[in-house]
């Protein structure tokens, strides 16, 4: 046995985890592990853990997962299936929304994050080994985020990378990067155990998981948390041979050959919308206004704190698609009547229209797409300057839209509101609201005449956001 591989088991003696799951055999766990690798059939392993109580069995709710078009798609499991192999220590198969990066990840449990599984992920996915952490676990270890301002496309939050202080050289082996991850997934690890920079790549997942953001960061470690175990994984992309994104598509063979369970984080999102309630109805009252008279109804959000209104007109069939406008705050553009944006005249128009059809008005309290007023207004000086939206928002460090519309969601669905007729001209709206259970049927364009002050913004948002004005 090589000198690292002595190393490697010498550290995992000494890590004891406090699961919620039992006991498990790791050598009965690492020979399975080493048959995978190989491509031998798995043997069946019978953890030592407690038998699960029985329970009525669940059949996939087809309806929300995603359709993995393609000449050979990957199939998906029941949840509580691909719950019991990560239980088990197994590796499985996580998919986002195919509008959205449509990648699968390699995903396990930060615990079981043996060698055999890290190099498996090494050298059948090839992409980037990452370790997903709940914000409270980041927090615990006092790990700095990699960047101040998070511009990357996806806001996918990487933190410094660490490599274990004890049990390691380069830290960059298998071996090594096994026992860093496992040391981060132990709950008794300090910021003390680690040295900065180093081989692993923690991310820290947004309060309120998928509900709010659709990203396997969010998805592992919901997963986990849904599964009873330490909220710290492992996640790798999956790339081809030729260097490649493997897409949804195309993954069937891979998932076959090893044997591996698939899910998705519609199903994910599906299964915590149906056990969790993100929001709390505070109130309900008449709302009368020049465009017709609405019920207002009042959600206070327990992600981001914020209260955020539905105005109702009309009744609501759960079985017919309702025609909604999701609105962001715009507090110059919605209140002040600022011609800088298209803002107010959407909000108006919508209001008008919902008046006259039936519908729902979702105002969301996300200044400045995400960013708040405050940055708004500065973001302002910078167009002043010379510089588009877009441009201006990446000057001071931001995204060009920090956008979610997880809570939206939940408030539609509180409101009996499964299909939607979307008053919108912004595609990444329809893929948001998708992307968190509801069905948008039709997208309706908003069409406000451009003038003076607005055509430069409105320019700007066609050319270099894609919406279709």
């Keep these: 046995m090589r000198a690292a591989e002595q190393i490697f088991f010498t550290a995992m003696k000494n890590i004891e985890f406090s699961s919620k799951n039992g006991v498990f055999d790791i050598n009965s766990f690492i020979c399975e592990c080493d048959a995978a690798v190989s491509g031998e059939p798995l043997p069946v392993v019978e953890p030592t853990m407690p038998e699960p109580p029985a329970q009525e069995e669940k059949q996939p709710v087809v309806a929300e997962v995603p359709v993995a078009d393609g000449p050979d798609p990957i199939v998906y499991h029941p949840l509580e299936e691909v719950l019991c192999d990560l239980r088990m220590g197994k590796l499985i198969l996580m998919t986002d929304d195919p509008h959205r990066e449509n990648e699968a990840d390699l995903v396990c449990a930060g615990q079981f994050a043996t060698p055999q599984n890290i190099n498996f992920m090494a050298t059948h996915a090839r992409g980037l080994i990452c370790v997903p ?44 990067r096994s026992i860093t991850t496992m040391k981060l997934a132990d709950p008794k690890s300090t910021l003390d155990d680690f040295v900065q920079p180093g081989h ?42 030729d260097g490649t994104m493997a897409r949804l598509g195309e993954l069937g063979a891979f998932q076959r050959q090893f044997g591996l369970k698939a899910c998705s984080l519609a199903q994910i999102i599906e299964h915590r919308q149906h056990t969790e309630t993100l929001i709390i109805k505070e109130e309900v009252v008449k709302l009368p206004t020049e465009f017709g008279e609405f019920t207002c109804h009042s959600y206070h959000s327990k992600v981001d704190g914020q209260t955020h209104l539905a105005l109702v007109h009309g009744d609501i069939d759960p079985e017919k698609p309702i025609l909604c406008r999701v609105h962001s705050e715009c507090l110059t553009g919605d209140v002040f009547g600022s011609r800088r944006c298209d803002c107010g005249s959407q909000l108006h128009t919508a209001m008008r229209r919902v008046a006259q059809e039936g519908g729902i008005i979702l105002y969301l309290r996300q200044e400045g797409r995400g960013i708040g007023l405050s940055a708004k207004l500065h973001a302002y000086k910078l167009q002043e300057q010379g510089l588009d939206t877009v441009d201006a928002n990446i000057q001071l460090g931001f995204a060009p839209d920090l956008r979610d519309y997880g809570v939206g969601a939940q408030i539609l669905r509180d409101l009996g509101v499964r299909k939607l007729r979307l008053l919108t001209n912004n595609p990444r709206k329809i893929v948001g609201l998708a992307g968190h259970g509801m069905e948008v049927v039709e997208q309706l364009p908003i069409s406000i005449p451009a003038h003076e002050d607005n055509q430069a913004y409105l320019d700007t948002k066609r050319e270099r956001m894609g919406h279709m004005i």
């Excluded at 790990?143 to 830290?171: C, I, R, W, Y």
């Design 200 to 241: 692993c790549f923690p991310l820290r997942a947004v309060e309120g998981g998928v509900i709010r953001r659709a990203g396997h960061t969010e998805g592992t470690v919901d997963m986990l948390r849904i599964a009873g175990m330490e909220p710290v994984g492992v996640c790798c992309e999956i790339m081809k041979e």
């Design 133 to 176: 952490m709940a914000p409270e676990r980041v927090d615990a270890l006092c790990l700095p985020m990699q960047a101040q301002h998070n511009t990357e496309k996806l806001h996918t939050a990487f933190t410094v990378s660490v490599d274990a202080k004890e049990g390691t050289t380069t830290g960059i082996s298998a071996f090594e």
